[in-house]
């Protein structure tokens, strides 16, 4: 394992011998994955985790996010190489079949129909790993996405070569047996390909055990100064996210993003996204408490105003939009551009056939508050998004690095700009409910 100051590479005796250091510099090593149960972590395998959900030290992240972070690279790694090992034994073993099935001439043969049904019953089995793999809550979207397309290649790598040898032997029953099976393999691909927003997925790590981690890692390497504590309603906890209170009468922002979590809204100030943007960012429980109100009274005074709705895709944060309309305390009653960013089920449905890292969850409570919501709000879902939240999945935004977060909030500030100048001449509010309609349809990121 390597020191994380000197890269030194010390062994499990050296490190043994060295009270747990490094026999160069003698910097501690905060693990020891020799001791350790099933997950087995490094030292820079962690100081890489923290270095690439910052950004490279750059941005701030939040506490779930970094369990969001760690949970899919243990995911990732745990499945590469033994996917890739797998594969290469089915394609050798497969071929190896098929092409001695050929020269020998046992496809022509009486005889032949144990080998014939031996070999589709091999095949069988690879499918049903690959299939389990598709459908697996323990997985990454990524990797039951590739399970799917895998599927895929199976079946037409079967369809191809079985059916070429079927046919240069002349051996029927090999063409029906090919057939079957490529075929059922390239359905099953292409129906999980279908479903696989509505595959929910589960931690392998708990808090708990990431807390553990942290714990040794601050005893090694100290704090980990980029990850954010739990906001409070304080000033304190103002000032430490954005270094210092802002004269905000001195600042007339064109745009506010208003988040369903105190912690999205601290990541985004910590971040500076409210200066480099030129926008405000609030909670939607009033979130900084301390300058809340000013902030209002100044954005109300602005007439061009744009406001960005970045939420949960749950029942929970889908309601935002509709108490930013309607609540007094907001802007019921104006004329003010609501965006909703996401996310929203369509978004999860449409971005879960491209997008890398996408967490989707499951729960009773998530499918009994989506049932509960008002008929106002549940309108303006499609059939498909209803079932999709009435059957309890949720995806958070935090699942997301910060990175990504900020980039994806950038891309929609850029666009509402672009429709805004593109719509000079309309009239305000059907500008913004045909903005809105565009923005819906797109996927997120």
Not at 81 to 89: A, C, K, P, R, T
Not at 275 to 287: D, R, T
Not at 307 to 320: N, R, T, W, Y
């Amino acid at each position: 394992m390597k020191c994380i100051q000197c890269n030194t590479d010390n062994n499990f005796k050296e490190r043994i011998a060295n009270q747990g250091r490094c026999k160069r510099c003698n910097h501690p090593f905060a693990f020891e994955p020799k001791t350790m149960g099933k997950f087995k972590v490094t030292d820079s395998f962690f100081n890489q985790v923290i270095k690439d959900i910052s950004a490279n030290n750059t941005l701030f992240f939040t506490y779930k996010q970094f369990l969001y972070f760690l949970e899919q690279r243990f995911k990732r790694k745990r499945f590469v190489n033994s996917n890739l090992f797998s594969g290469l034994v089915y394609l050798f073993l497969t071929i190896l079949g098929l092409v001695w099935l050929h020269y020998s001439g046992l496809l022509i043969q009486s005889e032949s129909l144990p080998l014939i049904l031996g070999l589709a019953i091999w095949n069988f089995i690879w499918i049903y790993i690959l299939f389990k793999i598709s459908n697996s809550p323990q997985l990454s979207l990524q990797v039951r996405r590739k399970g799917a397309t895998e599927l895929q290649i199976v079946g037409v790598f079967i369809l191809i070569v079985g059916l070429f040898i079927s046919f240069s032997s002349s051996s029927r029953l090999g063409y029906l047996v090919t057939a079957t099976v490529g075929l059922s393999a390239l359905w099953l691909g292409l129906v999980q390909k279908r479903r696989i927003a509505k595959i929910s997925e589960t931690f392998l790590i708990s808090a708990t055990q990431m807390e553990e981690w942290l714990n040794l890692w601050r005893r090694a390497n100290g704090e980990v100064n980029l990850m954010l504590d739990a906001p409070t309603t304080g000033v304190q906890s103002y000032q430490s996210s954005s270094n210092q209170t802002p004269d905000l009468t001195a600042y007339s922002f064109d745009r506010l993003v208003v988040c369903d979590k105190d912690e999205i809204a601290r990541m985004l100030i910590a971040n500076n996204v409210h200066f480099e943007n030129n926008c405000a960012v609030l909670g939607i429980s009033g979130y900084p408490q301390p300058i809340f109100n000013i902030t209002m009274e100044m954005l109300r005074r602005n007439p061009d105003l744009q406001v960005f709705a970045l939420h949960d895709c749950s029942p929970e944060g889908i309601k935002i939009v509709h108490e930013l309309r309607n609540n007094q305390g907001w802007f019921a009653g104006s004329n003010v551009v609501i965006v909703d960013v996401g996310l929203l089920p369509r978004q999860i449905m449409a971005s879960a056939k491209t997008i890398k890292t996408m967490f989707v969850q499951k729960s009773d409570s998530s499918a009994q508050t989506a049932k509960n919501l008002t008929p106002q709000i549940r309108q303006n879902l499609s059939r498909q998004e209803l079932e999709w939240l009435d059957a309890g999945y949720f995806v958070e935004l935090e699942s997301f690095p910060p990175q990504k977060l900020i980039r994806i909030l950038q891309q929609s500030m850029a666009k509402s700009q672009a429709v805004a100048f593109g719509n000079e001449g309309a009239d305000e509010t059907s500008n913004s409910l045909s903005f809105e309609i565009s923005f819906y349809v797109d996927s997120f990121g």
